[in-house]
C-alpha cells in the first residue's frame, strides 16, 4: 500500500536552533498536511498544501510543497520549548477518496 | 465551536469484554474518519463515513470491531469481544467536504484491554 516516509524519527534540539523535517513517498499526492501532537491530544492541523511548489509560513514554521509531488518539508525557526511533540505529515492522493496517509512522525523535543 | 468530542477519554476494560468509544463530529460537519494510534503502526484509517453512510471500512482490523453513525452529531466504535492487542489510542476526525481534508481531530480515546 501507500507509504509515507517521514525523517528524522526524533529530533533533540537546543532552544533558539532551526529545525527542518521532510516526508516522502513513492505515490504523487494532490494534497500535503502538516499536523502536530501534543502529549495526550490529537493531532491539530498546522499548515496544508495544495499545489506543487507552493511554499507556505504559520509564525515561525513554514512547509513547501515538493515540485515532484512525492515529497514535503517542515520547517520550524528559533525553536522554543512549547514545540516539543511529534510532528506528523499526511498526504492525500487524487481523487478525493477521503483517505488520508500519515507518516511515522517527528518526535521533536528541545532544550531550555 | 467546540471541536470534535470523544468520550471516554481513557477505558480500561478486561479481555473479553465489549467496548464502545463515542464521538461528536463538528456541527456541520458531513465526513467523520475513525483512527487508531499505536507505536508500532502508527495513525491508522479504520472507516470513514459521509452524511452518516459508511463509505470506506477496509481498516477495519476484524469482525469485533464494528462502526455505526446514526445521525450527523454522532457516532460509536464498538469492539467486542476486546482483546489486549486492541489497546491503543482511537481518534475521531471530521471535516466538511473533501475539496480541502483538512480533518479536525477530537482529543482521542486511550484504550487498554488487561
Known amino acids: 500500500g501507500q507509504q509515507l516516509n517521514q525523517s528524522p524519527q526524533s529530533m533533540f534540539i537546543q532552544e533558539g536552533e532551526d529545525v527542518s523535517m521532510n516526508c516522502t513517498s513513492s505515490?504523487?499526492?494532490?494534497?500535503w498536511l502538516w499536523y502536530k501532537q501534543d502529549p495526550g491530544e490529537g493531532p491539530v492541523l498546522l499548515i496544508a498544501?495544495?499545489?506543487?511548489?507552493e511554499l507556505t509560513s504559520n509564525g515561525r514554521l513554514t512547509a513547501q510543497f515538493g515540485i515532484t509531488r512525492k515529497d514535503s518539508f517542515l520547517n520550524i525557526s528559533a525553536s522554543i520549548p512549547s514545540d516539543v511533540g511529534i510532528y506528523f505529515c499526511?498526504?492525500?492522493?487524487?481523487?478525493?477518496?477521503?483517505?488520508?496517509?500519515f507518516g511515522q512522525g517527528t518526535t521533536l523535543q528541545v532544550k531550555p | 465551536d467546540a471541536g470534535v468530542i470523544q468520550s471516554p477519554r481513557h477505558e480500561v476494560t478486561e479481555m473479553g469484554q465489549e467496548v464502545t468509544l463515542r464521538c461528536k463530529p463538528i456541527?456541520?460537519?458531513?465526513?467523520l474518519f475513525w483512527y487508531r494510534q499505536t507505536m508500532m503502526r502508527g495513525l491508522e484509517l479504520l472507516i470513514y463515513?459521509?452524511?452518516?453512510?459508511?463509505?470506506?471500512d477496509s481498516g477495519m482490523p476484524e469482525d469485533r470491531f464494528s462502526a455505526k453513525m446514526p445521525n450527523a452529531s454522532f457516532s460509536t466504535l464498538k469492539i467486542q469481544p476486546s482483546e489486549p492487542r486492541d489497546s491503543a489510542v482511537y481518534f475521531c476526525?471530521?471535516?466538511?467536504?473533501?475539496?480541502?481534508?483538512?480533518?479536525?481531530f477530537g482529543p482521542g480515546t486511550r484504550l487498554t484491554v488487561l
Open positions: 499526511a498526504g492525500q492522493t487524487s481523487g478525493n477518496t477521503g483517505k488520508l496517509i
Open positions: 505515490s504523487i499526492f494532490n494534497t
Open positions: 498544501l495544495y499545489k506543487a511548489g
Open positions: 456541527s456541520g460537519h458531513d465526513y
Open positions: 463515513f459521509n452524511n452518516n453512510v459508511p463509505i470506506d
Open positions: 476526525a471530521s471535516i466538511w467536504g473533501l475539496a480541502y481534508n483538512e480533518q479536525f
